[in-house]
């Protein structure tokens, strides 16, 4: 008897209890091979549907704060983006990774305030600088509204965010703010959502006392529920389904290696998170309602944001 016959014939006297191992290690390296999977295909994904360079930013010298695990400076957008409309930017916030102290800093700009659109030549609502530049205007703008410097920027569709929260199964929330919007009723406490339901409930703001600051702690909540849904087990075979929703909300000036980086080297910056909304006093010019922020506002958040690491 050969070795292939001796095996063949081992193999099948073998009980259940003594396949355990064999079996697990089949799962080990069934794992992997989907584990590579998942990497190839998000790979794939980022690097050519989601990616999106911009002039504003100088890649190289942001890989090498990375590099050095300095502290970074990303622009969040949430962008309310329709068929043949770029649409404007109804979320910016500026988040600061500060990994040597493991925290993180959510600075949210409400999209009302004036200033100048950099490329534009206009003073105008700092949400428009989407509207009439994409991402790299938006970019240029808030730096020069803040005087600081932007290392990444990621933009994210609200339309698409029907579309995420549906990919995997609806989402968990915790509202402590009943209201209406449109056709849903949210009361207070745990909610389940569907797409549907989750975009009304972000997109609320009028009726919340605290306007744009409300809209984003619920928009987070939202994508919060989507990333939690998305790493549980029962929503791998979702897989294709969230990969191509990514791919058509979704753009950062982030390349897939940039992004296992910072999920590796710059984790524990989630330990910890400060939140500030930026400040003023809202007014009419003309017929359009402004939110007009002091000179004394801007160098404070400046400072916040410039010297947050140093901060303790």
Known sequence: MNRKQR???????VRWGRVSLVFMALLIAGGGTWIYYIYHNLKNTV??????????????????KVKDQEP??????????RANDRGRSDTMIVLTLDPNNERMQMVSIPRDTRTEIIGRGTTDKINHSYAFGG???????????????????S???MEGLEQLVDSV??????NDLAFSNGRFDFPEGELYLDGREALAYVRMRKDDPQGDAGRNERQRQVIEGVLSKGASFSSMNKF????????DNVSTNMDFSDMRTLATDYRGARKTIDTYQVEGDGTYIGDVWYLLVPDG???KVHHMIKDYPDKL
Request: glycine letters at 6%.
């Open 169 to 174: 199964d609806g989402v968990t929330v915790d």
């Open 7 to 13: 095996k063949s014939k081992q193999r099948r006297k």
């Open 135 to 153: 991402s790299d205007m938006a970019v240029n703008t808030v730096e020069n509204f803040l005087d600081i410097e932007i290392d990444y920027f």
């Open 297 to 299: 506002e801007v160098q």
């Open 240 to 247: 294709h389904d969230i990969l191509d929703v990514l791919g």
């Open 72 to 81: 970074l400076n990303i622009l969040l957008l949430g962008v309310d983006e």
């Open 47 to 64: 690097d050519q549907d989601v990616h999106e360079s911009v002039a504003s930013i100088d890649n190289e010298i942001t890989k090498g």
């Open 155 to 157: 933009t994210v569709n």
